[in-house]
């Protein structure tokens, strides 16, 4: 099976713009999960989605969003970027979303704001 | 709430050398205990899992033991290589309060020379 994958890869913007970023999962997985990664912060939890329902959120402002397909792909919105939103934002697909089920990252996105 | 603790990094081992990274945790109940390996510029991918008390994980020659007793899960490996330089996160999921998210910890950046 392809892997979760992430596009693009590498994404530069200017503060105030907003960005979309996509996640297309492992097939058969429907539970999609964001986490974005940063040097001071570390891993931290964005949200999570399955089915098309958002089912978890970290604490994070509402100017960070996302959605779910109906084919579980995702997307993650960032809008007003801040300089501090610069980071590797990350995928996670599994399967049924059950607490024991491995989560299998993708590549991530490199979000730089300027 | 869940957090994970883990040894400062950076690590630095020769070839061959017995590794050995701490990670403690605190949860409620009975979580699901991760590593993580992170190579640069790539995603995570998961080394190994326990998802009860006193299981053992493996894979690749790493092995980590949950003990409930210890609230820990330390990474060990007999004869580290060069190619297992790279960042290794603990992670747990679930407990108590059933947390569906990834809690990690800092990360423990690995260096094994020639």
């Known amino acids: 099976k392809a892997g979760v994958t992430q596009t693009p890869r590498y994404l530069i913007k200017t503060r105030g713009q907003q960005v979309t970023l996509s996640c297309s999962p492992i097939?058969?997985?429907?539970?999609v999960s964001w986490y974005q990664q940063t040097p001071g912060q570390g891993l931290q939890f964005l949200f999570e989605?399955?089915?098309?329902?958002?089912?978890n959120k970290g604490n994070f402002p509402g100017r960070f969003s996302g959605r779910q397909f109906s084919n579980s792909r995702s997307e993650m919105n960032v809008s007003t970027l801040e300089l501090g939103d610069s980071a590797l934002y990350l995928c996670a697909s599994r399967e049924s979303g059950a607490i024991t089920d491995t989560q299998y990252f993708g590549p991530g996105t490199r979000l730089t704001v300027l | 709430g869940n957090s994970v603790t883990q040894m400062e990094g950076p690590v630095t081992l020769s070839e061959e050398a017995f590794l050995t990274i701490n990670c403690t945790y605190t949860a409620t109940g009975y979580p699901s205990l991760f590593w993580y390996v992170q190579y640069p510029g790539e995603g995570l991918q998961l080394l190994l899992k326990a998802t009860k008390a006193d299981d053992k994980g493996s894979n690749k020659g790493f092995e980590a033991t949950y003990r409930k007793e210890t609230t820990s899960f330390h990474l060990e490996k007999g004869s580290v290589q060069v190619s297992d330089s790279a960042v290794y996160f603990c992670?747990?999921?679930?407990?108590?309060?059933?947390?569906?998210?990834?809690?990690f910890g800092s990360g423990t950046q690995l260096t094994v020379l020639p």
């Open positions: 992670a747990l999921r679930g407990g108590g309060g059933s947390a569906r998210q990834l809690t």
């Open positions: 989605y399955f089915s098309e329902t958002q089912r």
């Open positions: 097939s058969g997985h429907r539970s």
